[in-house]
Nanobody, 122 residues
Framework: VQLQASGGGVLQTGDSLRLSCTASGRTYAMGWFRQAPGKEREFVAAITYTGSSTYYADSVKGRFTISRDNAKNTVYLQMNSLKPEDTAVYYC???????????????????WGQGTQVTVSS
């Protein structure tokens, strides 16, 4: 399975942006991570296969929303009220096994997208 992330761009503080990640086949739990320059990759948001459960990092809670459309094998990350500290390369990830769990750790995911750059200027 391959993941294709898209939607990144250059924005200003307070702007909104939606990222998309489309899988070439069926995937189950999915998530978004990000990596800023000089920092380690960090968890952003995750969603179960059915979409019934979601989870967010504290830094994005209330501003970002993860959702999915299984008919399109696509997961989305709606980002509102963007801040300069949201600047990073955003990666989508997916698991190949069905589970009802939210996956928080990068090591739990089997597939990764190529990343899409989001830059927020002040």
């Amino acid at each position: 399975v391959q993941l294709q992330a898209s939607g990144g761009g250059v924005l200003q503080t307070g702007d909104s942006l939606r990222l998309s990640c489309t899988a070439s086949g069926r995937t189950y739990a999915m998530g978004w991570f990000r990596q800023a320059p000089g920092k380690e990759r960090e968890f952003v948001a995750a969603i179960t296969y059915t979409g019934s459960s979601t989870y967010y990092a504290d830094s994005v809670k209330g501003r970002f929303t993860i959702s999915r459309d299984n008919a399109k094998n696509t997961v989305y990350l709606q980002m509102n009220s963007l801040k300069p500290e949201d600047t990073a390369v955003y990666y989508c990830a997916a698991d190949h096994q069905y589970s009802r769990r939210i996956l928080y750790y990068a090591a739990e995911y089997d597939y990764w997208g190529q990343g899409t750059q989001v830059t927020v200027s002040s």
